[in-house]
């Protein structure tokens, strides 16, 4: 039973356009959501995160929205920029697991 | 480099054989998690521990085992090995054991023949 869900295991967009990256969960005792950005022969890095009580949260080109109500996250980053092509993880937090789901690849295309 | 070190980054085995896989967490973080990444999936959480106790346990197997020692270093064991345990291993590790944020190292790749 997947609790974190990226339905999208690849996406592509042309350089300077957004990337919205998407992530839905079951669990509604999640406290935290993080997004996590990997590339090839490296571990994920972490990117930006959001409390289950906020709704937005920002950081430089990368934003993530929380919908709870719809148990629904989503990252976007804008403008894409050809080092975002990644794999990106979302994540999801309950008391110490932190669960994640499978991965969306995004490809930015020159 | 996130600070977490594994070792080795590349391993080989047969069927039914037993490894060791070894994670040096970054200076100060108490806690250390595992995660497998097999083909196709995501990443698992197998196991977290935080100063040395079992802290949190996910879909870890009867066959393998962890621990976290007391300079901090932890190690998982994997035995009787199936081919279906290929995988990337990662650990991670956060200086608090509910943190929101974990760093990880860049992972053993096993692969059982």
């Known amino acids: 039973d997947q609790q974190v869900k990226q339905n999208s295991p690849s996406l592509s967009v042309q350089e300077g356009r957004i990337s919205i990256l998407n992530c839905d969960y079951t669990?509604?005792?999640?406290?935290?959501f993080l997004w996590y950005k990997k590339y090839p022969a490296e571990g994920p890095t972490f990117l930006i995160s959001?409390?289950?009580?906020?709704d937005k949260n920002e950081d430089g080109r990368f934003t993530v929205f929380l919908n709870k109500s719809a148990k629904h996250l989503s990252l976007h980053i804008v403008p894409s920029q050809p080092g975002d092509s990644a794999v990106y993880f979302c994540?999801?937090?309950?008391?110490?697991?932190?669960?994640f789901g499978k991965g969306t690849r995004l490809h930015i295309l020159p | 480099d996130s600070g977490v070190t594994q070792t080795p980054k590349h391993l080989i085995t047969a069927t039914g054989q037993r490894v060791t896989l070894r994670c040096s967490p970054r200076?100060?973080?108490?806690?250390v998690y595992w995660y497998q990444q097999s083909l196709d999936q995501g990443l698992q959480f197998l196991i977290q521990?935080?100063?040395?106790?079992?802290?949190a346990k996910g879909n870890i197997l009867e066959r393998f085992s962890a621990q976290q020692f007391p300079d901090l270093h932890s190690e998982l064991n994997l035995s009787s090995l199936e081919l279906g345990d290929s995988a990337l291993y990662f650990c991670?590790?956060?200086?608090?054991?509910?943190?929101?944020?974990?760093?990880f190292g860049q992972g053993t790749r096993l692969t059982v023949v």
């Open positions: 991670a590790s956060s200086p608090r054991h509910s943190n929101t944020e974990a760093f």
């Open positions: 669990n509604s005792m999640f406290d935290y």
């Open positions: 959001i409390s289950s009580i906020k």
């Open positions: 994540a999801a937090r309950q008391n110490d697991k932190i669960i």
């Open positions: 200076s100060g973080d108490l806690s």
């Open positions: 521990y935080y100063n040395g106790e079992e802290r």
